[in-house]
């Protein structure tokens, strides 16, 4: 059965890094035919898609954050991360980890993390 | 990339069906079959209900559908049920290579 948990600080301080982990348990990171992803949510707002991850370090992000968004995976610990710059009280949500299913172009999250509040303040 | 436009709310009564919108552009639903929905309950993680437009994973249930005509793309509840109260939210491969959601529709099972 496969799980995803995240991990990491419930309060970052403003223009800090946010920085999650999200671990793999039950499946390996390193498989062909998907890849790993990171998606928040604002207290009471949408889902809005931060970024994917392939095993092989293959990234995309999204274009509204990606000046200051990087994921990583370290196959090693069968995780991946998330590291958020510069943040604001706007980036203060539930930040879910999630892997997809399906074929190309691996954009359907079926698997996810229970998600982690973070809350961004001076 | 904007989101996706949602209706903020629809309603139906028990066993009745009701349809949920998505309305994008050209460069996200129009352009491609990879449309999916989510189902949202309170305080869960969203759950995979239908992609590639029409599909349903493995265990969901065959009263939920779904279709895509031009730049929209729909969820159909048949058989309402109180369990499908919960928050909806549409998604779609973007011409940018990325992924785009809705703003989300909050279904009441009268």
């Known amino acids: 059965q496969l799980q995803l948990q995240e991990s990491g600080p419930g309060l970052v301080k403003t223009s800090e890094t946010l920085s999650l982990t999200c671990n793999v348990f039950g499946g390996s990171i390193s498989g062909n035919n998907y890849y790993w992803g990171w998606i928040r949510q604002p207290p009471g707002k949408g889902l809005e898609w931060i970024g994917n991850i392939y095993y092989s370090g293959s990234t995309y992000y999204s274009p509204s954050l990606k000046s200051r968004v990087t994921i990583s995976v370290d196959t090693s610990k069968n995780q991946f991360s998330l590291k958020l710059s510069s943040v604001t009280a706007a980036d203060t949500a539930v930040y879910y980890c999630?892997?997809?299913?399906?074929?190309?172009?691996?954009?359907?999250?079926?698997?996810w993390g229970q998600g982690t509040l973070v809350t961004v303040s001076s | 990339q904007s989101a996706l436009t949602q209706p903020a709310s629809v309603s139906g009564s028990p066993g009745q069906s009701i349809t949920i919108s998505c309305t994008g552009t050209?460069?996200?639903?129009?352009?491609?079959?990879?449309v999916s929905w989510y189902q949202q309950h309170p305080g869960k993680a969203p759950k995979l209900m239908i992609y590639?437009?029409?599909n349903r994973p493995s265990g969901v249930s065959n009263r939920f559908s779904g279709s895509k005509s031009g730049n929209t793309a729909s969820l159909t509840i048949s058989g309402l049920q109180a369990e499908d109260e919960a928050e909806y939210y549409c998604s779609s491969y973007t011409s940018s290579s990325t992924v785009v959601f809705g703003g989300g529709t909050k279904l009441t099972v009268l």
């Open positions: 590639d437009v029409s």
């Open positions: 999630a892997k997809t299913v399906g074929q190309w172009p691996f954009v359907y999250f079926q698997h």
């Open positions: 050209s460069s996200d639903i129009g352009g491609y079959n990879y």
